[in-house]
């Protein structure tokens, strides 16, 4: 392999969790007069900034009360969950097919202490040669947290696959020269990943495979 680092994102990707952030969205939607939102309108509509995808999901524009409501929707129910979730099927079988020829690491937007939790939870750390979640404030984009991920990593981006769940994904790591991989087991339809030009797989296992042999 031509490549010598493999950088994962979590939620959507090594950890199947897309049923409860959907259920999550739906409900709280609801409470806000949007009923009868379904699994297929949040894959459908998901993007960045939230505040986009949530206008796109009530059919008009977020107001900030709203938001806030959303957010804390997702704070009081995901945590309480989040060690009952599963890995994906096949995320073991993905990391140590590509730890034989790439060193690895996980980089998310999700709070730090959450993604050490659950790192633990699931024994992964060995898997990793770093781990970082979001620890700031504000809203920094992937891009930013990516270029420093590659930084303290002491890698060259063009060295490295991003393996994703979403078009911020992709958008975060192609201006760094990050090579994406992209799985339709998250938070973004086949469709939206598509259009990317990137790769996109059904499972880890055939993501992992394409960059071994790529």
């Given amino acids: 392999m031509k490549n010598n680092h493999v950088i994962w994102d979590w939620n959507g990707t090594l950890l199947d969790d897309f049923a409860i952030t959907a259920q999550i969205t739906a409900d709280a939607l609801a409470e806000l007069g949007r009923p009868g939102v379904t699994p297929e309108m949040v894959r459908e509509h998901y993007r960045r900034p939230l505040s986009e ?18 957010g804390e929707a997702y704070e009081r129910n995901y945590d309480p969950a989040m060690h009952g979730l599963p ?23 999700a709070p730090h202490g959450q993604i050490e939790q659950l790192i633990e939870h699931h024994g992964l750390g060995s898997h990793f040669t770093l781990v970082e979640g979001f620890t700031g404030t504000g809203h920094p984009t992937k891009r930013e947290s990516l270029e420093r991920h590659c930084e303290t990593l002491d890698v060259n981006p063009r060295a490295c696959w991003l393996i994703g769940d979403t078009v911020d994904d992709f958008a975060a790591a192609a201006p760094l020269g990050v090579r994406t991989a992209l799985v339709t087991t998250g938070m973004q339809g086949r469709d939206a990943l598509l259009a990317t030009g990137a790769p996109v797989f059904d499972n880890l296992a055939d993501a992992a495979e394409h960059i071994l042999n790529t």
Avoid: V
């Fill in 53 to 70: 995808y949530f206008s796109a999901l009530l059919g008009r524009t977020a107001r900030p009360d709203e938001l806030r409501h959303l």
């Fill in 87 to 109: 890995l994906a099927i096949d995320a073991l079988d993905a990391l140590s097919t590509l730890a034989e020829r790439a060193n690895q690491s996980l980089l998310s937007m």
